[in-house]
């Protein structure tokens, strides 16, 4: 396969093949760096050499009545994990702070659970409105499935962008969880694009889908027209069903976030969960791919250091992008 010319067919409007998909995530090692110069070739051609910060705040820890398999905070997972009701306002915005003075373009308020109450869509809504008038940060909420009105409260508080993960494929959705399908996730995103905020939707790669599903994941993220795709790799953690599941190797996880790309050439990909535990020292061939990261922590797993992401990105020559 000739990469660079594929690349330069899907800036050119052209949408691969399922073939041609498959093809990339079969792609020999020793091909790789091929590979990855094609989707550099996209990624260059709609965000340069910019990469974007984003930053977690875990507002509401455990306590989650749903029993996805690959969290710890599931109401079927035994992991020791800190459990918290939803933080107050000031640590928050002590949140929203720290991201300011990293240069984090986009902050995100995530909290456990099915869905939010009122009570916590009113209490995320004043802390984004102070977060705004203080910092001018983008805001991104993640608080599972919503309502219409409280999607519209979010609007109105000023949240730019709300994440739904689909995580896996329809196909194999049922073996993940089963106490929300999938067109649960897909109706939440449809409501947060028709309620104006942008929609941010990603997967879980590694949780013993075929690689199949991998490619439905992506077409399925590029009709469901997500402007920010996160892309995490499954850390599985000790006492939820997915514990000791270890499928992935750096290589394969560079050949998924080409994937992405090829597939979803102008949107924002995001090296997310898992980036430390499975790209290893490969973590900033990432980047040729993607184009956004985390920095600091995770949900109830630990990143590394923020100095050590901004070292990364001025090693590569790299700019952090810082508009808002």
Not at 6 to 35: F, M, P, T, W, Y
Request: glycine share 8%.
């Amino acid at each position: 396969m000739d990469w660079e010319l594929l690349a330069s067919e899907v800036i050119n409007g052209r949408l691969l093949k399922e073939e041609e998909a498959l093809s990339i995530l079969h792609c020999s090692d020793d091909d790789l760096l091929k590979l990855l110069n094609g989707a550099f070739k996209i990624r260059r051609h709609y965000y340069g050499k910019k990469v974007k910060l984003n930053m977690i705040m875990n507002t509401k820890s455990g306590l989650c009545p749903e029993n996805c398999g690959y969290c710890s905070q599931s109401i079927v997972s035994k992991a020791p994990i800190e459990k918290f009701r939803m933080l107050d306002k000031e640590t928050i915005m002590a949140g929203a702070k720290k991201a300011h003075h990293l240069k984090v373009g986009t902050y995100c308020i995530v909290a456990s659970g099915r869905g939010p109450t009122q009570k916590e869509v009113s209490h995320v809504a004043s802390a984004v409105q102070e977060i705004k008038e203080k910092y001018g940060l983008k805001v991104c909420a993640c608080l599972g499935i919503l309502k219409p009105d409280q999607a519209r409260k979010l609007k109105n508080a000023g949240v730019d962008r709300y994440n739904h993960n689909v995580n896996t494929s329809k196909e194999h959705h049922s073996s993940i969880t089963t106490s929300h399908t999938y067109d649960d996730r897909i109706n939440t995103i449809n409501l947060v694009k028709e309620s104006g905020i942008s929609p941010c939707s990603g997967v879980i790669i590694g949780m013993r889908e075929a690689l199949q599903d991998v490619v439905n994941m992506a077409y399925s993220l590029r009709a469901l027209d997500a402007d920010s795709i996160p892309i995490n790799f499954l850390h599985a953690i000790d006492g939820t069903p997915l514990e000791g599941t270890n499928e992935l190797n750096p290589r394969y996880c560079l050949k998924v976030l080409a994937l992405f790309r090829y597939i979803n050439p102008s949107k924002e990909i995001r090296i997310s969960g898992g980036r430390e535990v499975n790209l290893r020292s490969l973590q900033p061939l990432g980047l040729y791919a993607a184009n956004s990261i985390f920095v600091g922590d995770y949900l109830t797993t630990s990143g590394q250091e923020s100095t050590a992401d901004h070292k990364m990105l001025e090693d590569l020559g790299f700019d952090i992008d810082f508009q808002y």
